[in-house]
């Protein structure tokens, strides 16, 4: 049997840093609010002109040179992302031509925060299937750029970077089982009003901005991970003991504690960012492996859930042996 390994990870992130001190500068917050809240401490934001293909870039080019594999031997660029430099080409396509990949397959999966763990699983498929041998999947968000500094709810939430990882067929096990899904019943719960069709410049919506009914949302994203544990392991055929590192969505401490603890996982087995990254959206999960493999803690061989819940409602998690 053919599966999907992943054989290197990359990452970036704005060099500017915000934190919850800076914040207490422009709203009424304050950084107790916040920790307690929601674990976040800082976010990167993005520079004027720094875009979310800068970020991807920078990421895959740091994933394809620890895979030793070259740009040119790619079969498919995919992107997650909510936050595209335009509207079109796909970034996916910008990322490949700077890289050196023309001719592959490159396009950009929109699914929200899931939109990472959404293209593992596309990727994942086209490898199964014999069509791809490698590919290059990328997150990345500037989600700064559509947030609104004036409104404390959504501003304090969000940061920007960017995650990659070089899938690759190997007859070894790599991804064991993905599960996506949406509903689109919850689009008043999460969105950004304006676009293409309907128009950018909605003056009632204040330009491009999230909308966010952030309680709610929570209470649906803790119900929707628990059951998604369970799918997840029964896809994968594994047990809550089998998993070594839980690499959930970065949204929310809360939240990802909650998960923990229907895993019946300790927190050290639990890969947290979101102290320093903020939700960065598609850019959330990547950045989390990245960290947990640059860091030591992810060793190959281990078991890895990934999961991650977004606007849609889209939700989408992955088991993996690394
Ligand atoms: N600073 C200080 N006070 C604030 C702030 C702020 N930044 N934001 C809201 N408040 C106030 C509210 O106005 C409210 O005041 P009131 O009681 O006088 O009305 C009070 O704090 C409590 O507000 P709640 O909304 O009930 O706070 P809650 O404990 O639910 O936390 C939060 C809010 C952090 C948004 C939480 O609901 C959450 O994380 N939701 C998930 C949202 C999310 O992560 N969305 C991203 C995408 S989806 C995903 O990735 C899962």
Request: proline share 2%.
């Amino acid at each position: 049997m053919t599966f999907a390994r992943i054989v290197a990870t990359g990452s970036a992130l704005p060099e500017r840093v915000v934190t919850n001190a800076d914040l207490e500068k422009i709203v009424d917050t304050s950084d107790e609010w916040i920790r307690t809240r929601t674990g976040i401490r800082e976010r990167h934001v993005a520079a004027d002109g720094e875009t979310t293909g800068d970020l991807a870039f920078r990421a895959g080019q740091q994933a394809l040179a620890d895979a030793g594999v070259k740009a040119s031997d790619l079969d498919m660029v995919i992107l997650g992302t909510t936050t595209p430099d335009i509207v079109f080409p796909a970034t996916a396509c910008l990322i490949q031509d700077r890289l050196g990949a023309n001719g592959c397959m490159a396009f950009d999966v929109n699914a929200a925060c899931s939109g990472f763990v959404y293209a593992l699983g596309v990727a994942n498929n086209f490898v199964r299937t014999g069509q791809v041998k490698r590919a290059l999947v990328m997150g990345a968000e500037t989600l700064t750029r559509m947030v609104d500094w004036s409104e404390r709810e959504t501003c304090v939430l969000f940061g920007d970077g960017a995650g990659a990882v070089v899938l690759e067929a190997s007859d070894e096990p790599g991804i064991l089982a993905t599960c996506l899904h949406a509903d689109g019943g919850y689009k008043d719960l999460l969105y950004n009003p304006v676009g293409v069709s309907v128009g950018f410049t909605d003056e009632k919506n204040h330009g491009v901005r999230i909308k966010m009914r952030g309680r709610e949302v929570f209470k649906i994203a803790v119900k929707t991970f628990d059951a998604l544990v369970g799918e997840t392991l029964a896809a994968a055929g594994m047990q809550e003991s089998d998993v070594d590192w839980l690499i959930p969505h970065q949204a929310n401490l809360r939240i990802i504690e909650a998960t923990a603890k229907r895993l019946g996982m300790s927190m050290d087995r639990v890969i947290v960012t979101v102290d320093k990254h903020a939700n960065t959206s598609s850019g959330s999960v990547p950045l989390a492996l990245d960290a947990a493999v640059r860091s030591g803690r992810v060793k190959r061989g281990q078991n890895l859930l990934l999961e991650a819940f977004g606007g849609g409602f889209t939700w989408a998690s992955a088991m993996l042996r690394y």
